[in-house]
């Protein structure tokens, strides 16, 4: 028997399907999430507080990323579907079913799509941004910050795979739980938003947990290690959040930089060690820098190849640059020429994106040795707003 948050109960989510998301704000109707429940296995990032959670979160093993594009201009029908939203994502993240449930009554669709029921939470964090679309279609203020990426020599970018109104990121341990948060988002958005592109993510390629043994990426070698930690109060205040700079709903916020980057995996694997170990400036199994012995060691700029990935994107080189990596590995199939479309969906926040991603990527760019093994295939840039208050919605402070 389900307990009473499972039962059917009139709400925000499940009217937004078909009625609109308007009707349910104007009827007040959206439902608010209960108390916590007691969360034995530790499995519940909690939804509320000053920033979004997934930024400093502990990286979780999965990803769901979409993209958005409005369908509408009216503000009104914006914010109702992100006060849906935002109630539905408080109950996801807390392993509870949305709206009515997901077996409510036999006669309606039910309004959560059933997929994650008896699932823990797994860590699932929702994380949503505003790119530069959105403020030009609801015709509200464009914050500075928040400005097309430039174009990077070599880039390739799909249309089909870059920019979006908006964006959720969806972390979680369990894909099923990731996948199943967006899909109901997607769900309550309709007439809305539609999903413009989206992306899997596995094995993460940060980590922000720096007791925790650095992952891989698909180039074998560990990646994360020179990273922002989560648990870094001062570096996230210096490089992360945006501060009493931005507009009063970006405080606490982050700019968020996607980009869908291919790996000429093929062409890596035919490549000696010595290639692949100079083009990190670092070794393979251990993850030393050149001229240390062990991953954590300092670098030594000059000890690695001029063209080395880490003697140009760290701090050092780029007068202190730095940002938060959060990025996923990909693999989506072939690409009919007997390749792999594989790679690194890499993923940036920052509290500047001119004094984080763009100058980095500058130098990247020019001269960057790994640039002869990837190519970046889809781009996105977004505004991350700060953290929900109980009982407000995500971008409140900028659209009510
Ligand atoms: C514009 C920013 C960056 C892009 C794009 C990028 C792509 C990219 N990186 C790797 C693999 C590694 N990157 C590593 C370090 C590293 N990379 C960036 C930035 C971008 N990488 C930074 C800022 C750093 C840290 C530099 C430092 O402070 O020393 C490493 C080394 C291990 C680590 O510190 O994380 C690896 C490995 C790939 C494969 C890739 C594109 C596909
Ligand atoms: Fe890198």
Not at 244 to 273: C, F, K, N, Q
Not at 326 to 342: I, M
Request: glycine share 12%; hydrophobic share 40%; with cysteine.
């Amino acid at each position: 028997m389900p307990d009473l948050s499972r039962r059917r109960l009139l709400t925000g989510a499940g009217l937004a399907v078909g009625a609109g998301a308007a009707a349910v704000a104007g009827a007040g109707l959206v439902r608010q999430p209960e108390p916590a429940r007691p969360d034995p296995a530790g499995v519940v990032v909690p939804f509320y507080g000053p920033h979004q959670a997934g930024i400093a979160t502990p990286v979780q093993d999965r990803l769901h990323f979409a993209a958005f594009d409005l369908s509408t201009d009216s503000r009104e029908e914006v914010v109702a579907m992100l006060k849906a939203w935002t109630a539905a994502a408080a109950r996801m993240t807390a392993a509870q079913e949305i709206g009515g449930g997901a077996t409510g009554t036999e006669l309606a669709p039910p309004d959560d799509t059933g997929e994650a029921i008896g699932l823990p939470a797994s860590r699932l964090t929702l994380t949503v941004g505003f790119g530069p679309s959105f403020f030009d279609k609801l015709k509200l203020p464009r914050p500075d910050l928040l400005k097309e990426l430039p174009h990077f020599p070599a880039d390739k970018l799909d249309p089909a795979r870059s920019g979006g109104d908006l964006c959720v990121q969806a972390c979680a341990d369990d894909p099923q739980v990731a996948v199943h948060a967006v899909r109901n988002l997607v769900r309550i958005g309709f007439g809305t938003a539609s999903i413009r592109w989206s992306q899997l993510g596995f094995g993460k390629t940060s980590s922000t947990t720096p007791d925790a043994q650095t992952p891989r990426n698909l180039m074998g070698f560990k990646d994360g290690t020179n990273n922002i930690a989560g648990t870094d109060g001062r570096k996230l205040d210096e490089h992360v959040w945006v501060g009493a700079e931005g507009p009063e709903w970006m405080r606490g916020g982050s700019y968020l930089v996607a980009r869908r980057i291919r790996m000429h995996v093929e062409t890596w694997d035919r490549s000696s060690l010595k290639e692949q170990e100079d083009v990190f400036g670092r070794t393979k199994r251990e993850g030393a820098p050149y001229g240390g012995a062990r991953e954590h060691d300092p670098v030594v700029l000059d000890k690695m190849p001029v063209d080395a990935h880490v003697r140009l994107a760290n701090p050092a080189a780029l007068s202190g640059v730095t940002i938060l990596r959060r990025g996923y590995s990909f693999t989506d199939g072939s690409d009919g020429l007997g390749r792999l479309d594989a790679g690194l969906f890499f993923l940036a926040y920052q509290r500047d994106p001119e004094k984080g991603f763009i100058p980095i990527q500058r130098a990247l760019a020019a001269k960057d040795a790994l640039n002869e093994y990837i190519q970046h295939v889809g781009s996105g840039i977004f505004a991350c707003p700060g953290g929900v208050r109980p009982g407000s919605f995500w971008g409140e402070t900028l659209l009510a």
